[in-house]
């Protein structure tokens, strides 16, 4: 089952050849559209997902310039629907930490992960590994497919109550 946000082949586009889609496997799962608020990226789809677990979940894939600004802003526009209930946030947030030698953090990664944990979410990769931010031992993403630029700027927040149940 795939989620249909602005009919375009299943995707919500982004350019002419990229786009972001909520998709279900199986498992009793179902989606359904969630009408985004003004303020969300460009990049962000939302649905109310149904099944042995049901929750909100907003997928989202950060545009620049200005990508961690674009993370705060959806997040903001998406409050209302976070508060509807347990809600999972995931995507390519833009932003994080370069791996490798100078292992950096960006700049406007923090006041995401603030701003989400105020929201009650707690990166499930974080969770499971029991790592600070900033101190991601896997890569996510290789720059320009160059194995010397790996980053981990792909994310899945989920409700702090989930936590415990993280086991893999």
């Known amino acids: 089952v ?3 946000i602005e009919l375009r082949d299943g995707i919500r586009r982004v350019g002419l050849r990229k786009g972001i ?16 608020r003004r303020g969300c990226g460009k990049g962000v789809v939302a649905a109310r997902v149904t099944g042995p677990v049901s929750f909100n979940m907003i997928g ?11 993370v705060m802003r ?30 950096r953090l960006t700049k406007g990664h923090p006041p995401i992960v603030s701003a989400l ?5 707690v ?10 931010h900033g101190r991601e031992a896997h890569a996510t993403y290789r720059h320009l497919f160059n194995p010397s630029q790996p980053w981990h700027i792909d994310f899945c927040f989920v409700p702090a109550a989930w936590a415990e149940r993280i086991d893999s």
């Open 2 to 4: 795939v989620l249909l």
């Open 21 to 36: 889609a909520i998709a279900v496997l199986g498992g009793g799962y179902r989606v359904e559209a969630i009408k985004l």
């Open 60 to 70: 989202l894939w950060a545009r620049g310039p200005g990508y961690s600004k674009d």
């Open 74 to 103: 959806s997040i903001a526009s998406c409050r209302p629907i976070i508060y509807t209930g347990p809600t999972v946030i995931l995507g390519d947030f833009n932003s994080g930490t370069k791996l490798g030698a100078d292992g």
């Open 117 to 121: 944990a105020a929201l009650g979410l």
């Open 123 to 132: 990166s499930a990769y974080h969770v499971f590994h029991q790592v600070e």
